[in-house]
């Protein structure tokens, strides 16, 4: 059955700068949980989990279950919803300076815990909502109000970092692609396990390497990559280091997928913690430290 | 004099000796004997930061009346496993303390056990503690028969029970008669045991913690029982971590606690801020220890008090409530998840490493929860807001997945769906609704025994305290005339008139608290404008013993 997008509006104004790349992620993310529920995924199990930042608006903006978190702390808060409730379909959402700077410790044991959630970096290289410094992943040399020199040190490659971190499956998108993002949202829910999708997300304002990347963008599907391959794929996670040199080729799609236990089976949830009912006599508990 | 008074009415023993050579574990075993036989025991364990040697000690204090807190020297015996425990307690010894160590410690009186010949009879080393409980056991007349069938269910292996008839054999069994005293139900336990069991009974889902001293034990005594009662106990890569994830499982439905010191609580403010924000509900188990920053890490305080009131920014409201003994933690850890998923709030349970890691004997009239544990859900058809706007500021909580309905918690200042507002009329109506939760919240802590008076409640001289220093305070309050115990339960919302009423006609209001600075004092001059200066506080990480009461008062 057709699914009406527009269930998944809200009348929140929309405050992002016009043509932002976040639109971009927004619409293939609702065009995703469209997809997604037309294939029979219940809609209010949909749950979204966001940082701060300009990327964390999207909680205001799709009409799905949604906790708007702090900096950083994506990932704690989206892992335990699925351990509360093994039901729900958690989507994080986070930015780049959330993800990678602010809860980095988070995003490694997260690919370590391999719960069953997807993650969405809003990757613009850049703070911007607190208007334009650097952040892990911008490039060297990068000129923001707090490096007027230029950024000294090299840019971190999260999909190298997740693939050494053990994620299930790793893959980069485009913004401004929206079927292929869309696509790999879906498959990311698909995947049975912690997904990851680094987002590369021109920002008009701060940091737009719109140009940069459509110029030297590559999709791995259409080169035969094999995303079982680990070695294959960490070749390829290496190709780009996030700095805007203009040799690089940059290879969007899935890098690498593969099954592991989920952190839901090795903590053995099934149930929603919520239908459970505990009937719990205190008197009997206490029972094990009565002497006499 | 203040000795031979406290003495009349309690007997102590030390039983000391190196980390690893099993010194707590003769004391719990001890202190479980005891209680067998109809005694009311307390168990202080006083241990430094490091896994093996160094000097780690029990006082086992023990009475046919009640006895809530231990003594720090005159001890009737002291069982000293290695030298440097007869060295280390030797200025506190009485003239006629006894010692009981193995043979090659030297000791100033009492007996050496010749332990050679155990190993022979298949006794390790490692059960010299249990030999030494033998002879200790003859010394202080504890049937046998009873002693073994304590053995037999605390302490795994079958060379125990030689241990302690080897040395029990051997014991000279100088020291009297210890007869059964007719009575049941008697609990032995520590404060942290009573809070994992408050948390089962409060039908806890998830557990969730960063190890650290002295909140641990609860880690691991609830990931010991969480098969039996199906939950989860989680333990994540920090604090932060922690924190984020209780209230992402909060969010989702499930009953959570989260467990730690002051170190972790420090990385928990920011999220303590967005539970006031998200209204989220969040029960977190303080155990305070002697700071500031790393400070004294296995021993006692209760100076994180001025923290976990103010703890978060902005202004939201919270639950501070601080159990004095086993039975009050449990019956407040219950109060604590009411009140966290009642209304939708922080509850603080504020312990320490003194409540925490002491046994302690409750009687079984002491357990009266005054709350049923309940999961306050709605599930509405169609519409749902996420942050109604009501008369008493509490919102039905629902959950995702469980109605069509979207479910929404925000760390943004938003409107009644949880949709971020940056508008003035909307930002003020929350805000109210949040203070009018705080008033709804403080009328159902009224109805919670805030406050209790211990004593004659007519005195006119007053020691106000709150939390672990109950024991000490209670058991000096015996040889005090003209004195009550006014203890705070809930510091947060405070009972403002039941304590004003308490010290109105006072003579005298003294502050008894483990820090150096007497916090509940500020918290009584902010709350109530009632100011004292009278203070016994102590501050050398010890926790408080009667005798150290009684001597501060007096002096």
């Not at chain 1, 093994?86 to 989507?91: A, F, G, R, S």
């Not at chain 2, 305080?301 to 920014?313: N, S, T």
């Not at chain 2, 709605?378 to 039905?396: L, M, N, R």
Request: hydrophobic share 40%; with cysteine.
């Amino acid at each position: 059955m057709k699914f009406d997008l527009k269930k998944l509006d809200t009348y929140a104004e929309n405050t992002w700068c016009p043509g932002c790349g976040n639109f971009g992620i927004l619409t293939a993310a609702k065009q995703a949980v469209a997809e997604l529920v037309e294939e029979g995924y219940p809609l209010n199990k949909f749950t979204l989990v966001a940082g701060i930042g300009c990327h964390a608006k999207i909680y205001d903006y799709i009409n799905i279950n949604g906790f708007y978190s702090i900096h950083g702390r994506v990932l704690p808060t989206a892992i335990a919803i699925k351990l509360a409730n093994p039901e729900l379909i958690v989507l994080g959402f986070g930015g780049d300076g959330d993800t990678y700077a602010e809860g980095t410790a988070h995003f490694i044991h997260a690919a370590r815990y391999n719960a069953d959630i997807t993650m969405v970096v809003h990757n613009n290289q850049v703070f911007a909502l607190t208007t334009g410094q650097a952040t892990p992943t911008s490039e060297r040399g990068y000129r923001g109000k707090s490096t007027p020199e230029g950024k000294w040190e090299e840019p971190m490659n999260p999909v190298a970092l997740a693939l050494m971190a053990g994620a299930t499956f790793v893959a980069r998108g485009y913004s401004y692609d929206v079927k292929h993002l869309t696509w790999l949202i879906k498959e990311g829910v698909k995947h049975r396990g912690f997904a990851f999708i680094d987002v590369i997300q021109p920002c008009v304002t701060f940091h737009n390497v719109a140009p940069y990347v459509r110029e030297r963008m590559y999709k791995l599907e259409e080169v035969g990559h094999d995303p079982s391959n680990f070695e294959e794929a960490l070749k390829r996670a290496l190709e780009w280091n996030y700095d805007l040199d203009p040799k690089a080729k940059i290879p969007i799609g899935i890098f690498y997928k593969v099954e592991k236990e989920t952190m839901e089976e090795g903590y053995n949830r099934r149930i929603p913690y919520y239908k459970v009912e505990r009937k719990v006599d205190w008197k009997q508990v206490l029972a094990e430290k009565k002497i006499i | 004099m203040l000795w031979d008074d406290i003495r009349s009415v309690r007997r102590s023993v030390l039983i000391g000796g190196q980390a690893g050579q099993g010194v707590a574990k003769a004391a719990e075993v001890l202190g479980k004997i005891l209680v067998k036989l109809g005694y009311y025991v307390f168990n202080y364990r006083d241990y430094p930061s490091l896994i093996r040697g160094g000097h780690n000690f029990n006082v086992v204090t023990f009475s046919g009346d009640r006895v809530f807190s231990h003594d720090e020297r005159g001890y009737e015996v002291i069982v000293a496993l290695d030298q440097r425990t007869v060295k280390t307690h030797l200025p506190e010894e009485k003239k006629d303390t006894y010692y009981i160590a193995p043979k090659g410690v030297n000791i100033p009186r009492g007996e050496n056990i010749d332990t050679s010949e155990a190993l022979k009879e298949g006794i390790p080393p490692i059960a010299t503690n249990v030999i030494l409980l033998g002879a200790l056991a003859k010394y202080l007349g504890i049937p046998k028969k009873v002693a073994l069938e304590v053995i037999r269910s605390e302490l795994k292996g079958e060379f125990n029970e030689k241990a302690f008839l080897y040395g029990y054999e051997r014991g000279e069994g100088s020291g009297g008669k210890i007869g059964r005293i007719p009575r049941r139900g008697l609990y032995f336990l520590t404060g942290n045991e009573a809070i994992g069991l408050g948390a089962i009974a409060s039908g806890i889902d998830m557990y969730i913690a960063y190890p650290m001293t002295p909140a641990t034990p609860v880690l691991h005594f609830l990931a010991a029982r969480k098969k039996q009662y199906d939950f989860t106990v989680l333990q994540l890569e920090n604090e932060i971590a922690v924190v984020n994830a209780a209230l992402g499982a909060s969010y989702a439905g499930a009953i959570v606690m989260v467990g730690t010191s002051g170190g972790g609580f420090a990385l928990m403010s920011e999220a303590l801020s967005l539970q006031g924000m998200s209204e989220v509900p969040l029960v977190v188990y303080l155990a305070q220890r002697t700071g500031p920053s790393t400070g004294v890490p296995t021993y006692t305080a209760q100076a994180d008090l001025l923290f976990a009131l103010h703890a978060g920014h902005g202004e939201f409201p919270r639950v501070v409530v601080a159990p004095g003994d086993p039975a009050e933690a449990f019956e407040r850890t219950m109060e604590a998840f009411y009140l966290a998923y009642r209304y939708r709030v922080l509850s603080i349970l504020l312990g320490d490493k003194h409540l925490g890691e002491s046994h302690y004997t409750m009687e079984e009239g002491e357990f009266s929860p005054r709350v049923k544990p309940e999961r306050f859900l709605v599930f509405p058809e169609g519409d749902y807001k996420s942050y109604e706007i009501t008369e008493d500021g509490v919102t039905p909580r629902s959950v995702p997945g469980a109605i069509e309905a979207p479910v929404r918690a925000t760390s943004y200042e938003h409107d009644e769906y949880g949709i971020t507002t940056e508008e003035g009329p909307m930002i003020e109506k929350m805000m109210e609704k949040r203070l009018r939760k705080a008033e709804t919240v403080r009328e159902a802590v009224m109805e919670l025994e805030p406050l209790s008076v211990y004593g004659d409640p007519e005195a006119d001289r007053v020691i106000v305290s709150w939390g672990s220093t109950k024991g000490a305070i209670l058991d000096a309050l015996g040889h005090l005339s003209g004195w009550k115990f006014v203890k705070i339960n809930y510091i947060k919302p405070f009972p403002s008139s039941l304590f004003l009423h308490e010290v109105e006609d006072a003579r005298r209001v003294v502050i008894v608290e483990n820090s150096s600075t007497g916090q509940i004092g500020k918290v009584i001059a902010m709350e109530t404008g009632f100011i004292t200066e009278d203070k016994v506080l102590r501050y050398d990480a010890r926790p408080f013993t009667p005798e150290y009461i009684l001597r501060r008062l007096r002096g």
